[in-house]
């Protein structure tokens, strides 16, 4: 079974610092765009950030200049590193990537892991 996995959320004060991972298992032939995203209950997702197969980024205006994200390839993992986080980054963080299998390398499936929740206090 293929399937994201995240960690390393947690609760941090607020100016502190967090680094999530997502971890892709299962009979995975490749990975391309991956991301994380947030979502506060009530709220629509938002993207966080993405990363390309190639290692092109893109971030949320809110997080630009304190998150950066990254990937190996290899063990097919995503990280996040929140830095100077703040109140308002409280959510639940998702990590979502756009994935083929080894049975059936011409589809690609897009996958969320279960989400892991970030809370920043005062």
């Known amino acids: 079974q293929v399937q994201l996995v995240e960690s390393g959320g947690g609760l941090v004060q607020s100016g502190g610092s967090l680094r999530l991972s997502c971890a892709a298992s299962?009979?995975?032939?490749?990975?391309?765009?991956m991301g994380w995203y947030r979502q506060v209950l009530g709220n629509q997702r938002e993207l966080v950030a993405s990363?390309?197969?190639?290692?092109?980024?893109n971030y949320g205006d809110s997080v630009k200049g304190r998150f950066t994200i990254s990937r190996d390839n290899a063990k097919k993992t995503m990280y996040l590193q929140m830095n100077s986080l703040k109140s308002e980054d409280t959510a639940v963080y998702y990590c979502?990537?756009?994935?083929?299998?080894?049975?059936?390398?011409?589809?690609?499936?897009?996958?969320w892991g279960q989400g892991t929740q970030v809370t920043v206090s005062e």
């Open positions: 979502n990537a756009v994935v083929s299998q080894v049975t059936e390398p011409r589809n690609w499936y897009t996958l």
């Open positions: 299962g009979s995975i032939a490749r990975l391309a765009d």
């Open positions: 990363i390309t197969s190639g290692g092109s980024t």
